[in-house]
């Protein structure tokens, strides 16, 4: 694993973007045994206004907590998109939800299209799991942290009654990056 590895989880308010970078960095620490650190930040319309979420995994100690130089930014809503993609690296990745995200900005780094709430809303039944399926996708997509340990994070942090269908969520999202990333 590189020293640092920055990820940016970004859309809408009421997308379950700031639960979902504070469950990805619990699976980093909690369940992988890493050294990770998250932050959030979104407007003040909160619901529906741009939100982000930050996670930094290290296997070091984090001394600067703020992401500058992102590795993998997903992008949920073109607003978010735009607004917050200026810090990928040029090797990095964009990750955006092909059915809202229709226009990319452009750069050096690689653009995934994945469609993660048609995911939700269809394979699932529940638009409102597209944050859990994304996490499956990041997972998959940067090897970062173990499927494993974003289960366990995720059955920790979501209402009971609704684990399996959690768990059916992180598979998809996991399962749809593999096929759409094979090399």
């Known amino acids: 694993m590189s020293a640092r590895y920055e990820i940016r989880f970004s859309g809408s308010g009421g997308q379950g973007l700031i639960l979902a970078g504070v469950i990805f960095a619990e699976a980093a620490t909690i369940f992988d045994t ?4 998250q932050s959030q930040s979104y407007g003040p319309e909160a619901r529906g206004g741009a939100s982000k ?6 296997d070091k100690t984090i001394d600067f907590p703020k992401a500058t130089k992102i590795d993998l930014m997903l992008a949920l809503t073109p607003e978010a998109c735009m ?18 995200v229709k226009e990319t900005p452009k750069g050096t780094f690689k653009v995934i299209r994945l469609p993660i709430i048609r995911t939700a809303s269809e394979e699932i039944g529940k638009a409102f799991v597209a944050n859990i399926v994304a996490l499956g996708a990041i997972a998959a997509i940067t090897g970062q942290v173990t499927l494993e340990a974003v289960e366990k994070a995720v059955l920790s942090r979501v209402p009971k009654g609704t684990e399996e269908l959690n768990k059916k969520a992180l598979r998809a999202g996991y399962d749809l990056a593999k096929a759409r990333t094979k090399n």
């Open 34 to 37: 890493k050294t990770a650190v």
């Open 53 to 58: 979420s930050e996670v930094i995994i290290s």
């Open 83 to 100: 607004k917050y993609y200026k810090d990928i690296k040029p090797d990095g990745t964009l990750l955006v939800d092909e059915d809202f």
